[in-house]
């Protein structure tokens, strides 16, 4: 890892220009801008900054994210497949079960 990018991880508190998210998140700002719409992305503070400590929890969360993906994924692919082509159920069927079971 490059040495400016070491420092950069290094402390917590500090306010990040948009050069430095760009570098760590890999991110672009239109992109970033998106994500905080959707509340998806630390939301900017004080002068339209993030500091190091919300990137590094949005690092975080989107690791575990992906972890938990990549292990349903796993899940997923080592069940059997079912055999036969798969068939469509009526609308009128699954209208009647819903209402049985209530």
């Known amino acids: 890892m ?18 430095e998210i760009r570098a760590i ?3 672009s ?11 998806e992305f630390p939301q900017l503070i004080l002068g339209r900054f993030n500091s190091m400590g919300q990137i590094r929890e ?3 969360a989107e690791r575990k994210k992906a972890e938990a993906q990549a292990k349903a994924a796993i899940v997923k ?3 059997p497949p079912k055999r036969g082509r798969p068939r469509k159920v009526p609308a009128a069927i699954e209208v009647a079960d819903t209402e049985a079971d209530a």
């Open 25 to 27: 998140t890999g991110i």
């Open 77 to 79: 692919s080592s069940l």
């Open 29 to 39: 700002p239109t992109v970033r801008w998106r994500l905080r719409k959707k509340g």
């Open 58 to 60: 949005w690092i975080a």
């Open 2 to 19: 490059d040495e400016t990018l070491t420092n950069l991880i290094d402390d917590c508190d500090r306010l990040l220009k948009e050069d």
